[in-house]
């Protein structure tokens, strides 16, 4: 089994940053693709930036320039790094991860979502 723990979310003003982070956990022998994801009310689960285990990055159109994805490949971990953050970019965010587990079964995982709010 594995865990996402995502941490980092909360309450900005339009114009200011988020750092979030998302640690994987458990019986894990390697992380292929990892990314994040986002959800508002009411709205399906939209891509934001995804990066293979080699630094490969996707970014959704909305948020080229401004959201940088990065990973830490030794910790498992996966970082969003958002810059100029504008009211709809508000949504509760989701870790994501395609991990080969120390069996050599391939799952796919999600983490628990952390809430993005930001003002006007």
């Known amino acids: 089994q594995v865990r996402l723990v995502e941490s980092g979310g909360g309450l900005v003003q339009a114009g200011e940053s988020l750092r979030l982070s998302c640690a994987a956990s458990g019986s894990i022998f390697r992380i292929n693709a990892m990314g994040w994801y986002r959800q508002s009310p009411g709205k399906q689960r939209d891509l934001v930036a995804t990066i293979t285990s080699g630094g490969s990055t996707n970014y959704a159109d909305s948020v080229k320039g401004r959201f940088t994805i990065s990973r830490d490949n030794a910790k498992n971990t996966v970082y969003l790094q958002m810059n100029s953050l504008k009211p709809e970019d508000t949504a509760v965010y989701y870790c994501?991860?395609?991990?080969?587990?120390?069996?050599?079964?391939?799952?796919?995982?999600w983490g628990q979502g952390t809430q993005v709010t930001v003002s006007s």
């Open positions: 994501n991860a395609d991990v080969i587990s120390r069996t050599g079964l391939a799952y796919n995982y």
